[in-house]
């Protein structure tokens, strides 16, 4: 087992994630099987109780794990299947250790942070770096592991400890240590500052780890006497400081890494035997779709009606599962966001202005989504906006609390019942047409909802989301909720046209809704964005997407397909006609290209 690890110094939040997962990336492509793990210093166990504004989205595992959302990148850029195990925090460390100090493991000795700590650590890489995480249970090559934060932080000292030692655990050839770093450039020169990295390199040092490879995130490209400069300073060899600039879009991140020679450096530094990537085709399809995002001309608008909207962060997953499926249809992504509060009524009384503003740009869009979320604040509105998608025809998908905002909504204005209501908002609504699970443990937060991969079933042979899953009976999906639609009122929707179209293995739990004879009205109870990749975009939004572009129609009459003879699982257009429906057509790069 070869470790990589990846560590960041200066600031954080910049793009050391996507840079451990172009890591892994490229490994995978050489024939290796790649792992990753994500190390959070903080003390929380795991994600699930952090507030989006804080952290950003939740992410969530298939075994349920609620996780950083760093998690996501990986699972999207290696395309495999993390766990639990997967995302380190300093919390779940300690309680580990304390568990075993109240069974008496330690035998009376004074439990400290070295060795115990740190050997728990260890022991947790060791475990976790070999459990498989593709389909065919094989043990990985490697682990890329990335640890949050910045070289110094307080919160971090025990796993730089952990991994001085670690070092000598597995021997000098089968780990080594990366730095990310970000080189600014002050307005005032615009030359580009290489102290503050210089800084980091000599704190990691101290505590015990040297650099094998700087990568220098900078605005724009250092020129060579820049990096000369890194690499005396810094003590790493010029040809592993690499620089990495502000780009377009992530796509060509592992591009640029590749073309930096990481391949030899890997192969040089931890004795692997690699020399390129083994498919061109892998360069090419990441090539692809980086020239596709960017030669994007024609547009389409998706409103996302959200309540975290300052924050993008917050919905990362969703704007990737928009953005893959904006990608299939060679389309340049509109995304507008729209506060729900702003959509109701009391805005417009106390601010006019956002009141109108977010009606005007939920009106402007071709497709409007309503994701998931918690709390009362903005339900209103997303049923409001609910009402508009339905009664104006405009491509609508709602996801989680999007889809039980829809139920709500029809209850209420086709229904005619109307005080109907979640009981999340309000118990003592007459029409409870959403109800708390019986699973849901209202004294505990953290871990306490219907969470990861649970079956959904088609109940009905036609239906539009189940062409775009591919005609499948039966689909796996991520759940995070607490609330689920009242099942006594299925048929009283069902008579009035909204039909309850995948439901779970037992037939009692509603998970994806559909209005036919609307262009485009899906809603699911799961949330499919957690599964997208850039070239495997999530279905219901493909839906969404194709339906906002007027293409869905299309699509389905000519089979919904999805090209067998293109490797990556891209979507064909018809050779039966000159009209393209939706395309991974040629951007300009191919294979020789590279
Ligand atoms: N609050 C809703 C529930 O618990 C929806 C959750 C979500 O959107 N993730 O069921």
């Not at 024939?31 to 003390?43: A, E, F, N, Q």
């Given at each position: 087992?070869k470790y990589?690890?990846?560590?960041?110094?200066?600031?954080s939040?910049?793009?050391?994630?996507?840079i451990?997962?172009?890591?892994?990336t490229?490994l995978?492509?050489c024939?290796?099987r790649?792992?990753?793990?994500?190390?959070?210093p903080?003390?929380?166990?795991?994600?699930g109780?952090?507030?989006?504004?804080?952290?950003?989205e939740?992410?969530?595992?298939?075994d349920?794990?609620e996780?950083?959302l760093?998690?996501?990148n990986?699972?999207?850029f290696?395309d495999?299947?993390?766990h639990r195990?997967?995302?380190?925090?300093?919390?779940?460390?300690y309680?580990?250790v304390?568990?075993?100090?109240?069974?008496?493991?330690y035998l009376?000795?004074?439990v400290?942070?070295?060795?115990?700590?740190?050997?728990?650590?260890?022991?947790?890489i060791e475990?976790v770096?070999?459990?498989?995480?593709?389909?065919d249970?094989?043990?990985?090559?490697?682990?890329v592991?990335?640890l949050g934060?910045?070289?110094?932080d307080?919160?971090?000292m025990?796993?730089?400890e952990?991994?001085r030692?670690f070092q000598?655990?597995?021997?000098?050839?089968?780990?080594c240590c990366l730095l990310?770093s970000l080189v600014?450039q002050?307005?005032?020169?615009?030359e580009h500052?290489t102290?503050p990295t210089?800084?980091?390199?000599?704190?990691?040092r101290?505590?015990?780890l040297s650099?094998?490879m700087?990568?220098?995130?900078?605005?724009s490209?250092?020129?060579?006497?820049?990096?000369?400069?890194?690499?005396?300073?810094?003590?790493?060899?010029?040809e592993n400081?690499i620089?990495?600039?502000?780009c377009?879009?992530?796509?060509?991140?592992?591009?640029l890494?590749?073309?930096?020679?990481?391949v030899?450096?890997?192969a040089r530094?931890?004795?692997?035997?690699i020399?390129?990537?083994?498919?061109r085709?892998?360069l090419?399809?990441?090539?692809d779709l980086?020239?596709?995002?960017?030669?994007?001309?024609?547009?389409v608008?998706?409103?996302i009606v959200?309540?975290?909207?300052k924050l993008e962060?917050?919905?990362?997953?969703?704007?990737?599962a928009?953005r893959?499926?904006a990608?299939?249809?060679n389309?340049?992504?509109?995304?507008v966001?729209?506060?729900a509060?702003s959509?109701?009524p009391v805005?417009q009384k106390?601010?006019?202005a956002?009141?109108?503003?977010a009606?005007?740009a939920l009106?402007?869009?071709?497709?409007i989504l309503?994701?998931?979320?918690?709390?009362s604040?903005?339900?209103e509105?997303?049923v409001?906006?609910?009402?508009?998608a339905?009664?104006s025809?405009?491509?609508f998908?709602?996801i989680?609390?999007g889809?039980q905002?829809?139920v709500?909504?029809?209850a209420?204005n086709v229904l005619?019942?109307?005080?109907a209501?979640?009981?999340?908002?309000?118990p003592?609504?007459?029409?409870k047409?959403?109800?708390e699970m019986?699973?849901?443990?209202?004294?505990?937060m953290?871990?306490?909802?219907?969470l990861?991969?649970r079956?959904?079933?088609?109940t009905?042979e036609?239906g539009v989301?189940r062409?775009?899953?591919?005609?499948?009976?039966?689909?796996?999906e991520?759940?995070?909720?607490?609330?689920?639609v009242?099942p006594?009122?299925?048929?009283?929707?069902?008579k009035?046209g909204m039909?309850f179209?995948g439901?779970d293995?037992e037939g009692?739990?509603?998970?994806?809704l559909e209005?036919?004879g609307?262009?485009y009205f899906a809603?699911?109870?799961y949330h499919p964005?957690?599964?997208?990749?850039?070239?495997?975009?999530?279905?219901?939004?493909?839906?969404?997407?194709?339906a906002s572009?007027?293409?869905?129609q299309l699509?389905?009459?000519r089979?919904?397909?999805i090209s067998?003879?293109h490797?990556?699982?891209?979507?064909a257009?018809?050779?039966s006609?000159?009209?393209?429906v939706i395309?991974?057509?040629?951007?300009g790069?191919?294979?020789?290209?590279?």
């Amino acid at each position: 087992m070869k470790y990589i690890l990846v560590t960041g110094g200066v600031i954080s939040g910049i793009g050391k994630g996507v840079i451990a997962s172009s890591i892994g990336t490229i490994l995978k492509s050489c024939g290796l099987r790649v792992t990753s793990i994500k190390i959070d210093p903080y003390l929380n166990i795991d994600a699930g109780t952090f507030s989006p504004y804080e952290h950003g989205e939740v992410f969530v595992l298939d075994d349920g794990a609620e996780v950083d959302l760093d998690l996501g990148n990986y699972e999207r850029f290696l395309d495999v299947t993390l766990h639990r195990d997967n995302n380190i925090t300093t919390g779940k460390i300690y309680k580990h250790v304390i568990e075993r100090e109240r069974r008496g493991d330690y035998l009376g000795k004074t439990v400290q942070v070295v060795p115990h700590i740190t050997d728990a650590i260890q022991d947790w890489i060791e475990r976790v770096a070999k459990i498989s995480v593709d389909d065919d249970d094989a043990e990985p090559h490697v682990c890329v592991i990335e640890l949050g934060g910045t070289v110094g932080d307080i919160e971090g000292m025990p796993f730089f400890e952990a991994f001085r030692q670690f070092q000598f655990r597995v021997g000098q050839d089968n780990f080594c240590c990366l730095l990310v770093s970000l080189v600014p450039q002050p307005l005032s020169t615009g030359e580009h500052k290489t102290k503050p990295t210089q800084h980091s390199v000599r704190q990691l040092r101290g505590l015990g780890l040297s650099a094998d490879m700087i990568i220098c995130r900078s605005q724009s490209k250092m020129d060579d006497d820049v990096k000369l400069k890194v690499s005396n300073f810094c003590h790493v060899d010029l040809e592993n400081v690499i620089n990495i600039q502000d780009c377009p879009s992530i796509y060509r991140v592992p591009l640029l890494l590749q073309q930096a020679g990481l391949v030899s450096f890997f192969a040089r530094r931890l004795k692997l035997q690699i020399s390129s990537p083994k498919s061109r085709t892998f360069l090419y399809k990441w090539r692809d779709l980086a020239n596709r995002y960017d030669r994007a001309v024609e547009e389409v608008s998706i409103a996302i009606v959200g309540k975290y909207t300052k924050l993008e962060d917050a919905y990362i997953s969703l704007i990737k599962a928009v953005r893959h499926a904006a990608l299939a249809l060679n389309r340049k992504l509109n995304l507008v966001w729209v506060e729900a509060e702003s959509l109701e009524p009391v805005s417009q009384k106390k601010d006019p202005a956002s009141y109108h503003g977010a009606w005007k740009a939920l009106c402007s869009a071709n497709g409007i989504l309503v994701p998931g979320g918690f709390g009362s604040r903005g339900i209103e509105g997303k049923v409001l906006a609910v009402n508009y998608a339905r009664t104006s025809k405009t491509p609508f998908l709602g996801i989680c609390l999007g889809f039980q905002a829809a139920v709500i909504e029809f209850a209420r204005n086709v229904l005619n019942w109307e005080d109907a209501h979640s009981t999340e908002f309000n118990p003592d609504a007459s029409k409870k047409v959403v109800i708390e699970m019986p699973e849901h443990n209202p004294g505990q937060m953290g871990g306490t909802m219907r969470l990861g991969k649970r079956r959904t079933v088609f109940t009905e042979e036609t239906g539009v989301l189940r062409k775009l899953y591919g005609n499948k009976d039966e689909i796996d999906e991520r759940h995070r909720h607490r609330y689920e639609v009242n099942p006594i009122f299925v048929d009283a929707f069902s008579k009035n046209g909204m039909k309850f179209v995948g439901r779970d293995v037992e037939g009692k739990r509603m998970e994806i809704l559909e209005l036919p004879g609307h262009p485009y009205f899906a809603a699911v109870q799961y949330h499919p964005e957690f599964l997208t990749r850039p070239l495997k975009p999530s279905p219901p939004f493909l839906g969404l997407l194709l339906a906002s572009c007027n293409k869905l129609q299309l699509f389905i009459e000519r089979g919904c397909r999805i090209s067998p003879s293109h490797e990556f699982g891209s979507i064909a257009q018809s050779d039966s006609d000159d009209e393209e429906v939706i395309a991974y057509t040629h951007s300009g790069a191919t294979e020789d290209d590279m």
